[in-house]
């Protein structure tokens, strides 16, 4: 019903940005809060922050696999960009930096939360505005922050299974800092980390309610591409990979399939080339939520440096590719470079309309959901329907059927299918402390053969590295933070 803005938050204020034009406002926080339309600008902010290069713009959507043995930085071709993540060479003084980032949106995120819950009331009084309108916008703000603090618990604290079972009062069992929605409280707060389970309930609570409010079918009006914003399926699809994070297999299959039973299906062999440079993903079924890049508003390296014709610093690793089959289309569809014929690179970053700085970056995608559901269905002892769902995505890239499944088939095809897509340093990490650590084997470290340092070129699982350092700067100024071992 209004047009929606993208805003960026700048100190105290926000400066604005139609979708369709140019820049033009900058409003105090008060100012666009204090009626329906500036409140629906500053819920349409929190989804920017998403597309910064520390976060899907670049850092957490390709450099993972480049930890973890999808990818090699630097041989071929080196600017210099992504070595520090293929040696792990993180400090507490730099190298990782989505703690500051996500905090921010968060804020955003509770401004807006705090406003529809006092302001309320106000919002109805003006002309044409339902409490349906309230409730999607309150929706979209809770699964935004939702997917931030998941995001911070991921990489800032220990998994799940080793959390979960930590002594009561042990570094081992902490999280992220839980931030008051006021910001008259918050602004001075300065919070101690919270226990793993009290994020998780917390990140449970806010998409469970988001879900309950918003309204079917909803899609946000004016966007420019209606996957780029929340819907009752990426609210369904973030609560599938929460549940299978934490191992509550039930609970992920039933919003993966909740998903599956909105009409989304996996993108076809012939599909799969094209859909991560389709100008517009509104009509790609496989697509379920993704971040936008528009020359207009935001741009990222992720295509320059997976592109053997510009900066090609992240190739594809040997150690993928011999897990693909010849034929398969995730094979087939690689970059080639005459200039290094003996290697390939990532494909899914090229760009819309040509232009390697816009790229489509789909974060919650339809195979994901048939693979957190195989293994879901695994774990429950279904392994006939573990092996129908890896055939869903088998037979619609061109490879061989499975006639039977092991965990490792679940996790390699997790490995094959979302690859260059930040998944597969948490898959190896929310297995720690499993029976199925290191995606099959307990104990296994994690090996990478095709690497061009020996700088933490294996792993282990006991290793201070997969918990991020919180950054000393954040320490210095809330000293009620506490460090990660090691750190």
């Known amino acids: 019903m209004k047009k929606i803005f993208i805003l960026a938050a700048v100190a105290l204020g926000l400066v604005s940005c139609d979708l369709t034009t140019d820049p033009t406002t900058t409003v105090t926080d008060k100012v666009a809060l204090e009626n329906f339309e500036g409140m629906d600008k ?45 040696q792990w060479n ?68 220990q998994p799940y299974a080793i959390s979960s079972t930590a002594a009561e009062g042990s570094v081992e069992a902490l999280g992220v800092p839980i931030v008051k929605e006021n910001p008259a409280e918050s602004v001075l707060d300065k919070p101690a980390r919270a226990l793993v389970a009290d994020n998780y309930e917390a990140i449970l609570s806010d998409l469970n309610t988001a879900l309950s409010l918003i309204e079917a079918g909803y899609t946000r009006e004016g966007v420019k591409d209606v996957k780029c914003a929340v819907t009752p399926a990426a609210i369904e699809a973030l609560l599938a990979r929460v549940y299978l994070y934490m191992q509550d297999y039930e609970n992920a299959e039933i919003h993966a399939s909740n998903v599956l039973a909105m009409g989304y299906s996996v993108a076809t062999a012939s599909v799969y080339p094209n859909m991560w440079t389709d100008e517009n993903m509104s ?9 936008y890049f528009d020359t207009t508003e935001s741009s990222t390296l992720i295509g320059n440096i997976t592109d053997p014709d510009e900066y090609g610093d992240v190739r594809v690793s040997e150690d993928l590719l011999a897990l693909y089959e ?40 339809t195979s994901e959901m048939y693979l957190i559901r195989a293994e879901a269905r695994y774990m429950q002892q279904n392994n006939t329907g573990a092996m129908n769902d890896l055939n869903v995505i088998a037979e619609n890239r061109k490879a061989t059927p499975y006639t039977t499944v092991s965990f490792r088939d679940i996790f390699n095809e997790r490995r094959k299918e979302l690859a260059f897509e930040g998944h597969i340093w948490h898959d190896y990490k929310r297995l720690i402390g499993t029976e199925y650590q290191g995606g099959a084997t307990p104990g296994e470290m994690m090996v990478r053969n095709d690497v061009s340092s020996t700088i933490n070129q294996n792993v282990a699982f006991d290793s201070k590295y997969w ?15 506490v460090q990660n071992p090691k750190w």
């Open 467 to 481: 918990c991020m350092p919180i950054s000393e700067s954040e320490i210095d100024v809330n000293g009620n933070l």
């Open 283 to 291: 009509a790609n079924s496989e697509v379920i939520f993704a971040v």
């Open 90 to 157: 993180f400090t507490a003084s730099g190298g990782f930096s989505v703690y500051g980032s996500a905090y921010v949106n968060i804020n955003r995120c509770n401004n807006v939360i705090y406003a529809l819950k006092t302001r309320g009331a106000e919002y109805l009084k003006e002309e044409g505005v339902t409490q349906q309108d309230l409730d999607n916008r309150m929706a979209e703000c809770l699964f935004v922050r939702a997917f931030c603090y998941f995001d911070l618990v991921r990489w800032y604290a």
């Open 42 to 86: 500053a819920a349409a902010v929190t989804y920017v922050a998403f597309a910064s290069e520390s976060w899907y713009g670049l850092d957490l959507q390709i450099y993972p696999d480049v930890m973890c043995g999808n990818c090699v930085a630097g041989a071929p071709l080196n600017s210099g960009r992504g070595m520090n993540w293929q």
């Open 326 to 365: 010849d034929g398969d289309v995730r094979k087939t569809t690689l970059l080639t470079s005459a200039d290094h014929p003996d290697y390939l690179w990532p494909a899914k970053y090229q760009g819309k309309g040509g232009l390697l700085a816009i790229p489509n970056v789909p974060v919650l995608r």
